[in-house]
């Protein structure tokens, strides 16, 4: 199966695991363009997300967690405000992902998010990495 995904991920182009496993160690601020974001409402701009833990979907997909402050988005909550809000990537649609740099260049780290929980996700059969605050 391992060797079917890097396959999948060279023929189709996909992020690396690499950058993604270390913007959640690091809890590194990214910037993320996601496969159909042009047929959203903003839909060219670029979502910031704080990424916390990667692992396999329900339906054995690459995935991760991430808590969403902006771009743009189809989900919205009770009061119908889309952001920020917790969203699932499936890595296979991510066009790109980039550490954020601050104004002295050092990558942009973030906080705990709010309702974030360490011990795992419900839209996760595994999780191999999770971020530690």
């Known amino acids: 199966m391992g060797l079917l995904r890097l396959l999948k991920d060279i023929i189709t182009e996909d992020v690396s ?3 993604i496993r270390d913007a959640i160690h690091n809890t590194h601020v990214v910037e993320l ?3 159909d974001d042009a047929k ?3 839909g060219s701009e670029v979502r910031i997300i704080y990424p916390v833990a990667y692992g396999s979907s329900l339906k054995d997909n690459p995935v991760f967690r991430a808590y969403q402050i902006s771009g743009p988005s189809l989900k919205v909550d009770k009061r119908g405000v889309p952001l920020p809000d917790w969203r699932l990537f499936r890595k296979d649609r991510v066009q790109s992902f980039k ?8 990558f942009v780290t973030f906080t705990e998010p709010p309702l974030y929980n360490p011990v795992g996700d419900n839209s996760m ?4 990495y999770n971020a530690t605050f």
């Open 99 to 106: 550490l954020k740099t601050g104004e002295d260049t050092n």
């Open 125 to 128: 059969v595994n999780v191999q």
């Open 40 to 42: 959203l409402p903003g």
């Open 17 to 19: 695991i690499a950058p």
């Open 33 to 35: 363009k996601y496969m």
